[in-house]
C-alpha cells in the first residue's frame, strides 16, 4: 500500500542579477549641428594664401582666422548653405580648416568615417577644391579628393583600426582641409556640411546595486508529493 505522505515547503531566497563585463559599441558623431559650444570643434579661413601648393607642405594651413558666426550657422546641416573661402586675389589657394578634438582613445577607435559636402564657385576648369586631412603618422597633408564642379560633391573616406593613429594625433587633434587651387578674385571654396563618425569600443563591468528578498505566498508555495512504499 502507498501512503502518500504531502510535504507543504515554505522558503524565501534572495535574487542576485549578475551581468558578465562586456563590450558595448558606440557611434558618435562629430559636426557643427550645435554651436552652442565649440570646444571640441572649430573652423578657420584664409583667403589670400597665394604661396600654397595643394595640397600644402605640412607646415604650413596652421593659421588663419576664426570663422563667422554666419559660418558656422551654415555648417551646421546639409542644406545648401555653405561656409565660404574667397580668393581676394590672383591664383590664391583660399582655404577652410576644420578641427576636432575626439575625446575617444585611438587604442578603442573600430573606425572613422569623415564625411563632407563642397563645391567650387569658379567657371575654369582645374581651379578646383581640394579636400585633404592631416596625416599625422607621415606629418603630411593628404589629397583624398578633388571637388570641380560647381554642383555640390560629396567627398567621403574611411579610417580602420590600424590606421587610426594616421588622422588622429595623441591629442585627439583631427584636422581636414578644403582649399582652392589656384583660384583669382572672387572665386571661391563652399562648404555645406562637415561630419566625422567615429565608432569606438566601450568597456563595460556591471555590478548589482538592487537585492531583493523574495518570500512565496501560499499560492506560490510548491506542493510535493512523495510516495512512500
Given at each position: ?85 574667397t580668393s581676394t586675389a590672383t591664383n590664391c589657394e583660399p582655404w577652410i580648416r576644420f578641427n576636432f578634438t575626439i ?127
Amino acid at each position: 500500500m502507498i501512503d502518500k505522505i504531502l510535504v507543504l515547503i515554505s522558503f524565501f531566497f534572495i535574487v542576485f542579477i549578475f551581468v558578465e563585463d562586456g563590450e558595448a559599441v558606440t557611434i558618435k558623431a562629430y559636426n557643427f549641428s550645435s554651436t552652442s559650444g565649440l570646444t571640441n570643434k572649430n573652423a578657420f579661413i584664409k583667403t589670400s594664401d597665394c604661396a600654397l601648393t595643394q595640397p600644402p607642405a605640412f607646415t604650413s594651413a596652421w593659421d588663419g582666422i576664426n570663422a563667422s558666426n554666419t559660418c558656422y550657422n551654415n555648417l551646421a546641416s546639409s542644406d545648401n548653405s555653405y561656409c565660404s573661402t574667397t580668393s581676394t586675389a590672383t591664383n590664391c589657394e583660399p582655404w577652410i580648416r576644420f578641427n576636432f578634438t575626439i575625446a575617444e582613445a585611438v587604442s578603442t577607435i573600430n573606425w572613422i568615417a569623415v564625411y563632407i559636402e563642397a563645391k567650387k564657385a569658379s567657371s575654369t576648369a582645374g581651379e578646383d577644391c581640394a579636400v585633404i586631412f592631416a596625416n599625422f603618422t607621415q606629418s603630411s597633408w593628404t589629397r583624398f579628393n578633388i571637388t570641380d564642379t560647381t554642383v555640390e560633391a560629396t567627398s567621403t573616406f574611411n579610417f580602420t583600426e590600424g590606421n587610426i593613429s594616421r588622422i588622429i594625433d595623441s591629442s585627439g587633434n583631427l584636422s581636414l582641409l578644403v582649399e582652392g587651387n589656384a583660384m583669382d578674385n572672387t572665386e571661391s571654396c563652399d562648404v555645406d556640411f562637415v561630419n566625422v563618425t567615429v565608432a569606438f569600443t566601450e568597456f563595460q563591468t556591471f555590478r548589482p546595486n538592487i537585492t531583493q528578498s523574495l518570500t512565496l505566498t501560499p499560492s506560490t508555495q510548491k506542493l510535493l508529493t512523495f510516495n512512500k512504499r
